[in-house]
């Protein structure tokens, strides 16, 4: 017993060194900062400003604009000219709306111009949201108007006189607002429970959580390969002490305990959860801390040099973030790979509970976490195979290992190419990274697709539904899978689509409105506006051309013929459209941004500061210190020596960033250097002066965290309301955001920041040689 609690103590004086203390104290700074950004009204999307130009002046244009000012979710609408466009998107102005002369006239008799929409590239996610909301619009009228034209000239012949046209524009004009009002009138709205900012909570807590896990699991068996060399572990059982790892365990429950209560918390506050839950979620906290821990004991005991396993499980942890689709993309794996995912099971498990399912139907989307737990062991058991090769065998094998080609590389090589060899850990390390660097070309070139995928169920599976679904697989914009009933709670848990539309049973027949479609969003959906929008119009223009024959028999004041249908349904193909109603462009901008998915910038900001915090760690260690004190004794050494490490981190920071494929720009680059420098200076300051050896594993994953989050990286401050949307400028992640998109004061107090943390994180007289 006494052998278990000197490993205990061993244990703990081990993580705090390593600044454990701040890994445990910054949570309790994130969460309410975190629920602060993303709870009530402030985690609102803000209305925005459009802009009109009302070359027309007619009733309908006015009509049209008057019904936009009371749209809650513009702003302000501004009535502007021509000369003023490119002032306007210049002032935060999301999009211009040009409506030309004459027109609603001239667009029934398939003259005159389109109407223009010019969209604010700089505001990307706004202006998505505005395009659907318009191509909505302009597609219901585009039916409205084929269908009025058809009409009429069954009903009055080829030519219609001018009190005809008159009255066809009348008619078309009053059909056609009332179809845009009543759009929204098809969907249950009561059901349906996610937004644009609830998605965003449930994709950033599913990450937050994962991080949390894996990274304290990480720093808690870090130090297994260096206490295995030492024969700590050895001689430990040789004095008869049992569960040296077991402590390990025990301290890491231990540690997570306050984590835990903070998210218990989080729950019962924001879902009212019942007790049963809550205790369903501490069991499951608690075994992804077992998955966790065993498999990353199982990577650093194979692996042994702690460098190389550290930075293996950086990658991974990275990689998963990436390709999962949980934070920074729409997901690059296959459904049925994503399902095994830490992330994608967090946060099914989040909105499973926000639903409020029982224990019961949630175990099923748990069992994949066994995964990593399985992973873990068959890891250990290969090392304690390898552990009983005979000790000929291991001498013959340190034989073969000679110090001529370390020689032959440290005397060829330079410095810093030398020295980053070594902080990657060597051959095996250098290959590892450099198939990071192929996997992030890979996200960077693996196209998040523009189209809003869905899942539909089809409960009515009549004549109507089938239209529906034929006339939503032809829309450009919408990506449609049939799924049984079965499926649609799984599919909605997982969230790898949008969400899932439901036809409900008596959609076929349905003349009086009443709702028969439900519109559910996934957990990760960002995209349930557009979406609402697009079916709409897709509904609305069924409706319309379902009307048809009413309409006609309306204007007749009689039952029609057979011959008049025919000669209607000829009509109806004649006034197709083949030339546009309306054009759509985007201005101050020189690419298009991924619908739905943060910059590629922002990808790389959040991914370097952590790989090379994780680098960092060398500059705490005893050896690098005493390295530095003998560099001091020779003239010119240090400078040299941190202008070579310094290059080190530059050249990581190039890889990624074509690796990436980031815009090649003089602000890019110039932001590129500021942030390498801030996280070089920074990164050494808290090795060295603050916490020492380790650092990377406390205060970097929560101060990481708390930069990428109030920086931007994970979402468009812009689009909140009031100071907020200036909070990026107070972090260094968002300074660097700000000036990859041309601000260069962000990037010359970026570079500013990084000089003085530099200049803090060495001794006094390193850094009088190093800023001579």
């Known amino acids: ?297 199982g990577i650093f005991s194979l692996v042994r040099e702690e460098r190389l396993a550290k930075n293996f499980s950086v990658c991974l942890i990275f990689l998963l973030l990436l390709f999962t689709g949980r934070l920074f993309s729409a997901g690059r794996l296959p459904f049925s790979l994503a399902r095994f995912s830490p992330i994608s099971i967090n946060a099914v498990l989040l909105e499973g509970l926000r639903r409020g399912y029982s224990p019961a139907r949630l175990m099923p989307f748990v069992l994949p976490l066994g995964l990593f737990l399985l992973l873990g062991m068959l890891l250990r058991f290969m090392h304690s195979f390898m552990e009983k090769r005979s000790p000929l065998e291991k001498e013959r094998v340190s034989e073969k290992r000679s110090p001529l080609g370390k020689q032959f590389l440290m005397h060829c090589l330079p410095f810093p190419v030398w020295r980053g060899y070594i902080l990657l850990g060597r051959t095996v390390g250098v290959l590892l990274f450099l198939l990071f660097c192929l996997c992030l070309g890979r996200y960077a070139e693996d196209k998040t697709q523009e189209k809003i995928a869905v899942y539909l169920v089809n409960e009515d599976g009549g004549e109507w539904s089938q239209e529906l679904i034929r006339d939503m697989k032809a829309e450009k914009s919408l990506e449609i899978r049939l799924i049984p009933e079965r499926e649609k709670e799984e599919k909605l848990l997982y969230g790898d689509k949008e969400g899932v539309l439901t036809i409900r049973k008596g959609y076929t027949g349905d003349r009086e409105e009443k709702g028969k479609l439900l519109y559910e969003s996934g957990s990760a959906s960002l995209s349930e506006m557009g979406l609402r929008e697009i079916v709409a119009a897709v509904v609305a223009g069924e409706k319309i051309e379902r009307g048809a024959n009413d309409y006609l028999s309306s204007l007749l004041g009689r039952e029609i013929r057979a011959d008049e249908q025919d000669l209607l349904t000829k009509n109806q193909k004649k006034y197709k459209r083949t030339s546009p109603l309306y ?33 960092a760690s060398v500059a705490g260690e005893g050896e690098e210190k005493r390295v530095g004190a003998r560099l001091q004794s020779i003239a010119g050494a240090s400078r040299r020596y941190l202008i070579g490490l310094f290059l080190v981190f530059l050249g990581i920071s190039l890889c990624f960033f074509f690796a990436l494929r980031l815009d090649f720009s003089f602000n890019a680059m110039l932001s590129l250097l500021s942030y390498t420098l801030f996280l070089f200076g920074f990164s050494r300051f808290l090795s060295v002066r603050v916490l020492g050896e380790g650092a990377e594993t406390g205060l970097s994953l929560n101060l990481g965290l708390f930069f990428c989050l109030s920086g931007g990286a994970f979402m468009d401050f812009t689009a909140l309301s009031g100071w907020i949307k200036y909070l990026p400028y107070l972090s260094p992640v968002g300074l660097f955001l700000k000036g990859t998109e041309g601000n260069l004061l962000a990037s010359a107090i970026l570079l500013v920041i990084g000089l003085c943390t530099c200049r803090s994180s060495y001794d006094r007289p390193m850094r009088r040689l190093f800023f001579l």
């Open 1 to 297: 017993m006494n052998g278990f609690l000197a490993a205990l103590k061993k244990d703990m004086c081990l993580f705090f060194r390593k600044g454990g203390l701040f890994s445990l104290l910054f949570p309790l700074l994130l969460l309410p900062l975190f629920l602060f950004f993303f709870r009530g009204s402030s985690g609102g999307l803000q209305a925005f400003p459009v802009s009109v130009i009302d070359e027309d002046e007619t009733l309908m244009s006015k009509t049209l604009i008057r019904q936009m000012e009371e749209v809650e979710l513009f702003s302000e609408v501004h009535k502007i000219s021509r000369e003023d466009i490119s002032e306007e998107l210049e002032k935060g102005s999301v999009g211009v709306l040009r409506i030309p002369k004459d027109f609603f006239y001239t667009a029934y008799r398939f003259q005159g111009e389109p109407v223009e929409l010019i969209l604010n590239e700089r505001r990307a996610t706004e202006s998505a949201i505005l395009e659907s909301v318009f191509t909505s619009i302009m597609k219901i009228m585009e039916k409205e108007q084929e269908m009025s034209l058809a009409v009429f000239h069954t009903a009055y012949g080829e030519k219609l006189s001018a009190s005809e046209e008159e009255e066809l524009y009348h008619r078309a004009s009053e059909r056609l607002l009332n179809s845009v009002l009543k759009r929204q009138l098809i969907f249950q709205n009561e059901e349906v429970g996610a937004n644009v900012a609830f998605a965003l909570v449930m994709r950033i807590a599913s990450a937050l959580l994962f991080l949390f896990l894996s990274f304290i699991s990480l720093s808690m068996v870090s130090a297994v390969p260096e206490e295995e060399k030492k024969g700590i572990v050895s001689r430990f059982r040789q004095m008869g002490g049992r569960g040296f790892y077991l402590s390990k365990f025990l301290l890491l429950f231990l540690l997570a305990l306050p984590v835990l209560a903070l998210s218990l918390l989080f729950l019962y506050r924001a879902f009212a959860l019942p007790p049963e839950l809550l205790l369903f979620f501490s069991l499951y906290y608690n075994l992804s801390l077992i998955s966790f821990y065993l498999f990353f004991w």
């Open 583 to 615: 054009t759509v462009r985007k201005q101050n901008g020189a690419t298009r941004e991924e619908l739905f998915s943060p910059r590629r910038e922002a990808v790389y900001a959040f991914l370097l500061y952590f790989f090379l915090f994780s680098l």
